[in-house]
């Protein structure tokens, strides 16, 4: 079983910055996908990056311009920068990898609230 766990969550006001972490007990350079999602209070949870293992980085588009996915592979580590944030960032984030065998491995989530 994998273990993530986020960080960094936590209440910013309009227009603020976040930065999120996810830490992973093993290397990433073993997972073929790597993923930010968010689930809103009484919503459906939403991906809003994901990246391949051939490097390639895709975003939702409220994600666009405002949001950076990066990894640490020396530190087992993935991260989303959060710019110009707005209340409908206000959700619960969670980071997800997909293993070589197609399985989902997510972490406990971390809430972000955004204030106007």
């Known amino acids: 079983q994998v273990h993530l766990e986020e960080s960094g969550g936590g209440t910013v006001l309009a227009g603020g910055s976040l930065r999120l972490s996810c830490t992973v007990d093993i290397s990433v350079s073993n997972f073929k996908r790597m993923a930010w999602h968010r689930q809103p209070l009484g919503k459906q949870r939403e991906l809003v990056a994901e990246?391949?293992?051939?490097?390639?980085?895709n975003y939702a588009d409220f994600a666009k311009g405002r949001f950076t996915m990066s990894k640490d592979n020396t530190k087992n580590a993935l991260y989303l920068e959060m710019n110009d944030m707005k209340p409908e960032d206000t959700a619960v984030y969670y980071c997800r990898v997909t293993g070589r065998d197609w399985f989902d491995h997510w972490g406990q989530g971390t809430q972000v609230t955004v204030s106007s």
């Open positions: 990246t391949q293992s051939i490097g390639i980085t």
